[in-house]
């Protein structure tokens, strides 16, 4: 899968009170391409971080598709976070969106991922595939 190419996926086994499906997508650090991540993001995450992006457009600084990075919030308002983490992704209908997510949404991401490797071991592909994504 090429790295910020977002798509949906099914969740193989869902709890009790988990979505049915996610939105998949790689991304790596800007600091090196070995630091490449796989998240399972909830449409609502998706839609919550995309506001933050148009809404503080002067932290937003030129992104790269799949490459996340640490940006400060300029503007900080009395309970906002210091900073984000920010990326780009490419949305099923081949738009670029900015995403903004806080510290603490990236830690619930990360902790749905270590709880459905499952989804994320099904769906994501080697070196080889991604030359040709």
């Not at 650090?29 to 796989?38: M, T």
């Not at 900080?76 to 490419?90: G, L, N, P, T, W």
């Amino acid at each position: 899968m090429a790295k910020g190419k977002m798509k949906r996926v099914a969740n193989l086994d869902p709890q009790k009170w988990e979505n049915e499906s996610y939105l998949f997508v790689k991304v790596e650090g800007s600091w090196s391409a070995q630091a490449e991540e796989y998240l399972l993001l909830t449409d609502h995450e998706v839609t919550e971080a995309s506001d933050r992006a148009s809404k503080n457009t002067e932290d937003v600084p030129d992104l790269k598709r799949g490459v996340f990075t640490r940006v400060d919030n300029r503007d900080k308002h009395a309970a906002a976070d210091d900073y984000y983490i920010a990326f780009q992704v490419r949305d099923a209908d081949g738009n670029d969106v900015d995403l903004m997510f806080t510290e603490e949404a990236m830690d619930r991401i990360r902790k749905r991922v270590e709880a459905n490797a499952e989804d994320v071991e099904a769906n994501k592909t080697g070196w080889l595939a991604d030359l040709f994504d």
